[in-house]
């Protein structure tokens, strides 16, 4: 099953959302303004390609990409043709809602050219309210991951990945596939009109989704004092899940129950850590700041690769704490990357996609590279009927 999916899309969360649906295979076109198109294309390391900067690349491999002015009628007209021609199945957007009527992108108008078209917008807060905009950052502040985020002594800190972007792009990734789901159902069931469907994705929902184990306190905890707030790398209930330094390194162990903490005292040099009002985790967790001091003091006769190999002999959970660059020589993530060629013709690996698919498979993981800013604008709107004379007057007026 492959279907196309035509996305006005900028920034990260959409191109991440749209990004997916081109591991399965589907055909992915974004649409951007003429000009300069999205500003993501212009930031991060020079390739030596002006609109193909590195930070762009990763989340638009395997795309096309058109050149649409949706601010004049006859570029509306020119929307709704290709989602008619090209039999569109999935139109997607990252923009103000209150913008979608203006633009002629709003479900009702774009269901004239197909009526089962499946309509996805993603927005900071919903279509409830139109004008706000919202970035990653300013959305991990507002709901709540910064207040989480940092060591409880310290200023509030942004998480180190756009958890709120992703966040967002995975549930338009999913709804959509729901959706497409639905009509199959409804053409199994020998619908004559499978219909379409619209599709909110609010940013501020998603995360605040991700709230599951913070929000429910409120309801349990009556002293405000007890209230989840910022605890650096330590688990907020079991105790001694924490980041202690190495001779080498670092590591993160996760002590998750009182058998697994006796283990811990009985590794060499650990025997101080040991005492009676220890050995529950109601124990430890009045006694934790202490309990942290203690596993420090073991650890300083230890590299990170020797206590590593003892906890996993006793079935301890730790695990070292990777650079970036540890982690791309992992195996699982070394054979999964995902690969593109440059411009340049220089082969790179970028990320491993989240799950495997025929298409990746059959494709060595390797996809085209991003596109550059209109380079589909012949093919497609060719595609779609115009002539070579038209396409050139539809330049000229900067149409496309």
Known sequence: MQKTILSLEQALTLPYASQRFAHL?????????????????YI???????????????????????????????????????IRELKVDVFMCNT??????????????????????????????????????GYDPALQAFIGYMFLTGEPDRDPMLCGLPFVDLKAGDEAFNQVL???????????????????????????????????TAL?????????????????????????????????????LAIGNDSQWEKLTQIEGFAHCAAPSRKTNRGRLEDKDAIYADIRRGLEN?????????????????????????????????DNMLKTELPSA???????????????????????????????????YREIGLSGEEIERLRGRSII
């Open 44 to 82: 991060g390391e020079d390739t030596g390609v002006d609109d193909l900067h590195a930070y762009f690349i990763a989340p638009n491999i395997g795309k096309e990409a058109i050149t649409l002015n949706l601010k004049i009628k006859e570029g509306q007209e020119l929307l709704k043709r290709i």
């Open 346 to 380: 220089k082969q790179v690996s970028l990320y491993p996609a989240p799950a495997d698919t025929d298409f990746l498979s059959a494709n060595d993981y390797t996809l085209k590279c991003a596109p550059r800013l209109g380079e589909d604008n012949e093919r497609v």
């Open 216 to 252: 429910p306190q409120l309801q349990f905890v009556e002293d405000e004092s007890k209230l989840f707030t910022r605890s650096g790398s330590e688990h907020r209930s079991f105790i001694p899940c924490n980041c202690y330094p190495t001779k080498d390194g670092y590591v993160y």
């Open 96 to 133: 103000l809602p209150k913008r979608y009527k203006q633009l002629g992108i709003d479900y009702d108008t774009l269901k004239e050219a197909n009526p089962d078209l499946i309509w996805c917008g993603i927005s900071a807060f919903g279509p409830d309210y139109p004008g706000s905009a």
């Open 302 to 334: 230890y590299t990170t690769a020797e206590f590593i190999k003892i906890c996993t002999e006793l079935n301890l959970a730790v695990a070292p704490v990777n650079s970036i660059k540890d982690v791309a020589e992992l195996d699982f993530v070394k």
């Open 178 to 212: 729901l959706a497409v789901m639905e009509q199959q159902e409804r053409i199994i069931e020998n619908a004559e009109n499978p219909g379409g469907k619209e599709i909110f994705i609010s940013m501020a929902q998603c995360a605040a989704s991700w709230l599951i």
């Open 25 to 41: 295979g589907w055909r992915v076109i974004r649409i951007e303004s003429p000009g300069r198109g999205d500003p993501n294309r």
